[in-house]
C-alpha cells in the first residue's frame, strides 16, 4: 500500500480538481482522505454519501457552573484571551476566545469552573461514487487542532485501506505549510506538488517544499494553467530542475476544469480530449513514482 499526498503552497492551484481526477482514475484500487479539513470540498465532486458520520473531539474548553460562582471576578481578571465577559451578573465563557489554558479554574475559589472536551468537528467515512471509500471531515467553526483532525482522517484511511487491501491512499492536503500540511505528509510515500505558473506560485512552491524535503520525501511537481505566463512556468521547470523534483506534467488553461466542477464532475469525467489525456498519464507516472519503479 502506497499513500500518494497532493499538496501545494497557495490555494486556487487547482490541487482538488487534480486529486479528485486520480480518486476517478484510481477507481477501486484508491481510499481516498480529505484532509484539507478547513476548507474541505472533495465531497462536492465525490458524491459521498455519508454512511457513518462520528463527532471529534480536541482541546478544552473551561465551563462555569452558575449555581457554584460567587461571583468575584477573579477568573475575568486573569482571563488573557478575554474570554469571559459579565452578562445579567452572571460570568460567561466565550466559546470562540476561550483557549482551553485551565487558568481560570486554577485561581476559582469556589472550585466553579471545570475544563472539558471541545467538540471541534465531526469525520465521515462515505461511499464515494467512484464504488471506493472516502474519509473526510469538517471542522468546527473557529475550532483550531486541525492537524489532528487530519491525523485521525488518515489513520482511518490506513486501517480501512489495510483492511480492504487497497493498493492506493490518495490524500488531498491543505494548502500552505501550517500543521494540516505537516499532518498530511506525515507518512507519505510520494508527495505531488500542484502549482501554478505566478510570482505567487512559485514562491510558495518553494515554500512548501522546503516543509517536504523536511520529511525526506520524493516529489514530483504538476503546473496547473501552465501556458497563461511562459515566463513564469520556466522559471517553476528550472526550480524542479535544481531540486531534484520530477517534473510530472504541464496542463493548459482550460474553461472545461470550471465546467467540470460546476456539473458535479472531475475533468476526466467531463472532459475526453487533451485534459484528460495529460491527467491519465500524470496519473500512471504518479503510481510508479509512489512504486519506486520510475
Known sequence: MKEIVVISGKGGTGKTSVTAAFAVLGGLDVVVADCDVDAADMHLLMKPDFESADDFYSGELAIIDQNSCIRCGKCEEVCRFDAITVTNRQYIIEPMSCEGCGYCARICPAVA????????????????????????????????????????????????????????????????????????????????????????????????????????????CIINKADINLVKSAEIVQFLSEEGIVHISDLPYDENFTNAMTHGQTIVEFDNGLLKDLLVESWEKVKQLASGVY
Open 113 to 220: 469552573i471545570v475544563n472539558k472536551e471541545r467538540l471541534a468537528g465531526k469525520w465521515f467515512i462515505s461511499n464515494i461514487k467512484t464504488g471506493s471509500i472516502m474519509v473526510h471531515a469538517r471542522l468546527g467553526i473557529g475550532a483550531d487542532n486541525s492537524g489532528k483532525l487530519v491525523a485521525k482522517v488518515k489513520n482511518e484511511a490506513k486501517e480501512i485501506a489495510l483492511e480492504e487491501r487497497k493498493e492506493y491512499i490518495l490524500v488531498d492536503g491543505s494548502p500552505g505549510v501550517g500543521c494540516p500540511v505537516v499532518s498530511s505528509l506525515s507518512g507519505a510515500n510520494f508527495v505531488v506538488l500542484v502549482t501554478e505558473p505566478s510570482v505567487s506560485g512559485l514562491h510558495d512552491l518553494k515554500r512548501v517544499y522546503e516543509l517536504v524535503k523536511k520529511f525526506h520525501i520524493k516529489a514530483g
